[in-house]
């Protein structure tokens, strides 16, 4: 499976269970950690963690591994390898404001 097969899987999964605002970077020539990564808004404390768990039950069985989690009610991470995916409350996504930062990695350096 691709890359883009696997993030159109984890949307898909997100949007299925009520996430907002799902955006994907694609960092395949930037010098990231990740080769993309998925910000998804939760519709509060407990949907956060719930989506988690719904990634989880979906995609581990078609193969996919976590090789770690960082979680809290209003914030999850989740490393995939080459994906990173974030859950957040709309709350701490506009705190931390990720997308500012990897669109800032995605533009050229002068």
Same mark, same amino acid.
């Given at each position: 499976?691709?890359? =883009?097969?696997?993030?159109?899987? /984890?949307?898909?999964? *997100?949007?299925?269970? @009520? $996430? #907002?605002?799902?955006?994907?970077?694609? *960092?395949?020539?930037?010098?990231? /950690? $990740?080769?993309?990564?998925?910000? $998804?808004?939760?519709?509060?404390?407990?949907?956060?963690? $719930? *989506?988690?768990?719904? *990634? @989880?039950? #979906?995609? @581990?069985? %078609?193969?996919? #591994?976590?090789?770690?989690?960082? #979680?809290?009610?209003?914030?999850?991470?989740?490393?995939?390898? =080459? /994906?990173?995916?974030?859950?957040?409350?709309?709350?701490?996504? %506009? &705190?931390?404001?990720?997308?500012?930062?990897?669109?800032?990695? %995605? &533009?050229? &350096?002068?």
């Amino acid at each position: 499976m691709t890359i =883009d097969e696997r993030i159109e899987k /984890i949307i898909t999964v *997100l949007d299925e269970k @009520k $996430a #907002e605002e799902i955006e994907v970077f694609n *960092l395949d020539n930037i010098d990231y /950690i $990740a080769k993309r990564v998925v910000i $998804a808004n939760s519709l509060g404390g407990r949907h956060t963690i $719930a *989506l988690y768990d719904h *990634l @989880k039950n #979906e995609l @581990k069985p %078609q193969g996919e #591994e976590f090789l770690g989690v960082d #979680e809290s009610n209003e914030w999850v991470v989740a490393d995939l390898g =080459d /994906i990173f995916i974030h859950i957040m409350t709309p709350e701490y996504r %506009q &705190k931390y404001s990720l997308e500012d930062l990897l669109t800032d990695l %995605q &533009k050229p &350096k002068a």
